[in-house]
């Protein structure tokens, strides 16, 4: 138990040292990226600095990437629920012929 809270000290302790190099990436990248660029989408036009520009993009892409995964992951999760529903019939039909063992000897 104490060598399980040990774990746990350590890896809040390495998750806060890896949020604190990104922070110190993310500033670093932001002050030398500071020139400001002109983004034409289709409804207007928006001055902003590249390092927000990338940042931008890089969300954006994560997000279509996130939303093409959806049908996959649902189509896995109800599978999932499938199997879980075929084990819990194949354990009550194991205990029903256990059960039939036990009476026949």
Request: glycine share 8%; aromatic share 8%; proline share 0%.
């Amino acid at each position: 138990m104490i060598a399980l809270l040990g774990e746990f000290k350590l890896v809040r302790i390495l998750t806060i040292l890896f949020l604190l190099l990104l922070l110190v990436i993310g500033v670093s990248f932001s002050s030398l990226n500071a020139s400001t660029v002109e983004i034409n989408y289709y409804f207007g036009l928006i001055d902003i600095t590249l390092a927000w520009a990338l940042v931008l993009a890089v969300v954006v892409g994560v997000g279509l990437g996130i939303l093409s995964c959806l049908g996959m992951i649902f189509k896995l999760k109800a599978q999932g629920m499938a199997l879980k529903k075929n084990i819990r019939s194949m354990e009550s039909e194991i205990s029903s012929l256990k059960a039939l063992s036990t009476k026949e000897a």
